[in-house]
Each structure stands twice: as structure tokens, then as C-alpha cells.
């Protein structure tokens, strides 16, 4: 299972992490032997970050190496799920395109299929730019990643009968006192068989996971024994969606930017097997926490804790319309800060 050829850093029961360039390990890897490629590679952010970020206008030609691996070793019915942060262009508050020119330049010339776009919504995250948003009041804060679901075919195998949600209130009044089937103004012929109680929702392509651990293993681990923490790792709950949603146990899943090894984590415990490559040997002696004999069950991870409250909701934009606006759009569009503000600089 492991790539050929290669001694791992750390080895546990089902998994390896190789500290090593991710091209290195895939180099090694067999021709359609990965079930799933699931990474969060590096943002093309406009300030370079510790982790090694590359700046919005080479990201497109320094990921090209890391597609053509990928279309090798990836099976046919397999899955690349890749997570990616927005970016802003340098002073000015307009976005960069470059996660979706990625999308298109892996579709178009290394023929990907996109199966499904996802939106990851952060609840917790802080809002940012702060001079964008906090200062000059010109947007709102960016709390939504893409999540692009790739495919070197039409058909990656997937079941969402392992990601489905506890139906809402309004559903569970609807089963529980019926509705009258009818052709809805917007086309949509709801039938009888809307009615069929299948125990849970499917759910939608936005994942709501606040990415906080402020008190996690991880970070005590790191903290107490003065290793550096990764500033940019994911919560469990996003790669556990689609390592159930679109593998078995026993299949493989590769992260090639792996970090702290939270992908490897899950994987574990899900009883995959998994490779995670990382470049950075810091990040590495912090993930080694994440797999100690005494925090597993069964020789496994341990089950994190269910989250106290099962849903996150988004207040209606219209709550406070009917307030007065108290200030006046910027005429200059927000190119000059508030003059108060200007005052006290």
C-alpha cells in the first residue's frame, strides 16, 4: 500500500507519513492505485505564509506537476477532492480567480470531471480583511472555502446514504402531518413519494464546520513541548464527509500537502488506509500525537466528541432592513479611509 521504494517517517497500523516532496512519494506510487487524493494544498494567498504558499500569478504553473500525478495514480472511479481559501488581489478589495481558474485548468487540459462543487462555511471564522470589512465597512467577511470534487470520470463511486443529516423541524411537522402533493409555481412536481420518511436528509453542498480547537490534543501537545503548530489545518469533520461519502473501508486515500496529518487521522479511524506526505518536518512532530497508542480505541484514532449543537444557522440578510441606513455609500467607493480614522493616524 505504501509508495514503493520508500521508508516512512511513522508508520501505524493502516497508514504511513512520508516526509518527503509529495511528487517524490506519488513518483512511487503505482498507475491507478488511489482510491481517493483529498489535500488542502497551499492558498495562493498575496502574503507569503510560513507553510509556503506560492503568489496568485505562479499557482497555476506550480500546481501542473502535482495534476499530472494525480491523473496517474488515481483510479478510475476514484475521487480528488481539493479544499481552497479564496484570495484577495494585493491593496485593492476585489478577489482573485485563481481557485477558479484551477478548477477549469484541471478540467480543460488534464481531464478531471467536476462531480460536484462544495462550499465549506467557517461559522467561527474571524472577519477578514479587517481593512476591508472591520475598517472601511466596504464587504462582508470571506467565511466560505471551495471545496471542488474532481473525477477522472463521469462516474467516481459515491453514496450519499453515508453523509445524510437529521431532518429540520419543519420536515419532521411536514412527515408527521402531511402535505397536499401539487405542481409548485417554480416547476417542481412534489408528489406522494415527497412524503416517504427515509430517517434523514440528504444534505446540500454547503458544510457548515466551524474550524475551532482551541483546546484540542494537537494544540496541547504542540504548546507543551514547544513544536510549532500548523496554522492552516482543517477540521476533522471536512475530509471524514468525503472519505465516507466516496470510499470503503480498506481503500486509500493520499494527502499529498498533509500538514498536521489530520486526513491520516480520520482516515484511521475510519479503517482506510492512507499516505500523507509533508515537507515541512516541524508540522510532522506534532502530528505524531495524533496517532499515540494511548489515544486510539480498538488500535484505532479516537472518536472525537459529537458537537453540542447539531445545526448552524444564517440569520435572514433581511432582519434589520426595516433600520434607517445611517451613513451614506462612499463616494469614492471606499478608496479612502473614514476620516476619523485618518484623523487618529
Not at 453523509?163 to 412527515?175: A, F, G, T
Not at 491520516?264 to 509533508?278: D, H, P, S, Y
Not at 444557522?313 to 463616494?331: A, F, M, V
Amino acid at each position: 500500500m505504501a509508495p514503493r521504494e520508500s521508508t516512512a517517517w511513522l508508520e501505524t497500523r493502516l497508514g504511513s507519513i512520508h516526509h518527503d516532496d509529495s511528487l517524490n512519494v506519488m513518483a512511487r506510487c503505482k498507475d491507478a492505485s488511489i482510491e481517493m487524493i483529498l489535500t488542502s494544498p497551499p492558498f495562493a494567498l498575496t502574503r507569503k505564509k510560513d507553510y509556503g504558499n506560492e503568489q496568485e500569478d505562479a499557482y497555476l504553473e506550480w500546481f501542473r506537476s502535482f495534476a499530472v500525478e494525480f491523473h496517474r495514480i488515481l483510479k478510475d472511479d476514484g475521487s480528488l477532492v481539493i479544499d481552497l481559501g479564496g484570495a484577495w488581489k494585493p491593496g485593492i478589495p476585489v478577489r482573485s480567480l485563481y481557485h477558479f481558474k484551477l478548477l477549469i485548468m484541471l478540467c480543460e487540459e488534464y481531464d478531471f470531471q467536476l462531480a460536484q462543487e462544495f462550499y465549506w462555511w467557517n461559522p467561527s471564522k474571524l472577519p477578514t480583511p479587517a481593512e476591508w470589512v472591520n475598517i472601511r465597512r466596504i464587504r462582508v467577511k470571506d467565511a466560505v472555502n471551495t471545496v471542488w470534487w474532481l473525477a477522472k470520470s463521469s462516474w467516481p463511486r459515491a453514496s450519499n446514504w453515508r453523509v445524510l443529516q437529521p431532518y429540520s423541524d419543519s420536515m419532521r411537522d411536514l412527515l408527521a402531518h402531511g402535505y397536499k402533493a401539487k405542481l409548485r409555481p417554480s416547476g417542481h412536481d412534489i408528489s406522494e413519494k415527497f412524503s416517504k420518511d427515509n430517517g434523514a436528509a440528504i444534505p446540500p453542498n454547503l458544510i457548515a464546520v466551524p474550524n475551532t480547537e482551541s483546546n484540542s490534543r494537537y494544540l496541547r501537545y504542540c504548546a507543551e513541548n514547544d513544536i510549532p503548530a500548523h496554522p492552516a489545518r482543517f477540521p476533522a469533520s471536512l475530509p471524514e464527509y468525503f472519505i465516507r461519502l466516496a470510499t470503503d473501508p480498506g481503500d486509500i486515500v493520499l494527502d499529498p500537502f498533509a500538514g498536521s496529518c489530520v486526513t491520516g487521522e480520520v482516515a484511521e479511524r475510519l479503517e482506510r488506509k492512507w499516505i500523507c506526505a509533508e515537507v515541512n518536518e516541524e508540522y510532522l512532530l506534532g502530528a505524531k500525537v495524533r496517532f499515540d497508542s494511548k489515544d486510539t480505541v480498538d488500535g484505532g484514532a479516537k472518536r472525537p466528541k459529537k458537537p453540542r449543537d447539531s445545526y448552524y444557522r444564517i440569520p435572514h440578510p433581511g432582519l434589520l432592513w426595516d433600520e434607517k441606513p445611517t451613513e451614506s455609500l462612499p463616494e469614492d467607493g471606499g478608496r479612502s479611509r473614514p476620516a476619523h480614522l485618518r484623523r487618529e493616524t
